[in-house]
């Protein structure tokens, strides 16, 4: 089957509709390479499933499909390498309040909720909602041209207090796109168990290696004995294009766990979004030939980003080996103290400000649109970055 990934869809309705979080957030002039969601048509399995689900035509609370339990735990073998098991999903409406939630069962209030920057800018937020101590460690810049972010342990085990309980972790990382090497992974579990820490393991882009032949290992597959102590969140959202359907799973094998992160959810998130859980289940199902078909777009898309950078004095960026998000260091590109305002009011190119990631002097790229659309951005951005 051959899927469009080149015709631009047009996310700007005239009439106000539908409105775009990404493309109305700014004005009509600017192009938005900003917000993680993507410019393409989701998969055709999943527009069929929907199309049966609005034919039905009641929407009520729904519960969550055994056969999508099963789907998952399918994809999870075929993909991972990781037998898990139904009853092991906690299905929820987004990653974002699976941090939150995990913030509430899993410690008490004061205690250290501690991540590793840059990150994604809701991880920032989660110890301050809930009333915890928040806690960061910065991963290790590249050193010279070609080299990756990495993990720095010692800064990481240097920002663990006694208060310490949760690590919130992002495998493979937003905003840099690292895939973590296996001797990351394990000076990491092993830190973890010593300090008896809880992980939420945020594994929304595991979907989107951009190598070829790699495949991605769960943490907690990874190290078994890390399991009873760790939640794994996925979606279809990153992969698929569905994030506004508000569908997520937590993973989480050890029983105890999974009764405190239910009881913390109570009252607080809403049941299954009905139409998220019907287009999770087609794409888990139906959608791997689509999902290949991206990686190779996306895989272009980085070979275009990467070619014009280096064109671009003063700018740093280790390709991203995995999603269509890339981290650009900006620093010095003689751009003033916001870049991100600099190239939205001087290009007309709207991307992520790095100090909502805790790295001001970067932006986050999103190269998750059509190469007429991301052409188009990269021609405004070379007027201001070649001057």
């Not at 192009?31 to 929407?59: N, Y």
């Not at 050890?254 to 009905?274: I, Q, T, Y």
Request: include cysteine; charge should be negative.
């Amino acid at each position: 089957m051959v899927f469009d990934f080149a015709t631009p869809v047009e996310r700007r309705h005239p009439s106000g509709s539908w409105p775009s979080q990404k493309w109305h957030h700014y004005g009509d002039k600017v192009l938005p390479l900003w917000v993680a969601d993507m410019d393409f048509v989701s998969p055709p399995a999943v527009l069929e499933a929907l199309h049966a689900r609005v034919e039905h035509g009641v929407f009520g609370y729904g519960l969550v499909p055994d056969s999508l339990r099963e789907t998952v735990c399918a994809w999870s073998a075929q993909h991972y390498g990781w037998a898990i098991e139904p009853e092991w999903q906690q299905w929820l409406p987004g990653v974002v309040p699976a941090l939150h939630l995990a913030s509430m069962a899993l410690t008490e209030p004061g205690d250290g909720v501690l991540t590793v920057t840059p990150i994604y800018p809701p991880f920032l937020k989660v110890a301050e909602r809930t009333g915890r101590t928040p806690q960061q460690a910065c991963m290790r810049e590249p050193a010279a041209p070609g080299e990756t972010w990495c993990l720095d342990l010692e800064a990481l085990e240097a920002a663990i207090t006694p208060r310490t309980r949760l690590l919130l972790w992002c495998h493979p990382h937003n905003p840099t796109g690292r895939v973590w090497e296996r001797d990351e992974l394990a000076g990491l579990a092993e830190l973890v168990e010593r300090h008896d820490l809880y992980v939420v393991s945020d594994e929304l882009h595991c979907d989107l290696l951009l190598e070829e032949g790699a495949s991605h290992v769960p943490l907690a597959a990874a190290f078994p004995a890390l399991a009873e102590r760790t939640i794994t969140l996925w979606a279809p959202s990153k992969t698929f294009n569905l994030a506004g359907l508000t569908t997520a799973c937590a993973v989480i094998p050890d029983p105890e766990l999974r009764r405190r992160f239910a009881a913390a959810a109570k009252g607080l998130v809403p049941d299954g979004n009905v139409l998220g859980l019907a287009a999770a289940e087609a794409a888990y199902g139906q959608g791997e030939a689509w999902r290949q078909a991206l990686l190779e777009v996306l895989r272009d898309h980085r070979r275009r980003l990467v070619e014009r950078v280096a064109h671009w004095p003063g700018v740093g960026m280790a390709p991203p080996q995995s999603t269509y998000l890339a981290w650009l260091d900006l620093r010095k590109a003689g751009l003033g103290e916001s870049p991100q305002r600099a190239l939205l009011e001087r290009a007309g190119v709207a991307l992520s400000d790095g100090a909502d990631f805790g790295h001001p002097g970067f932006v986050r790229l999103n190269f998750g649109t059509t190469a007429t659309q991301l052409d188009a951005a990269l021609a405004r951005l070379d007027k201001v970055l070649k001057a």
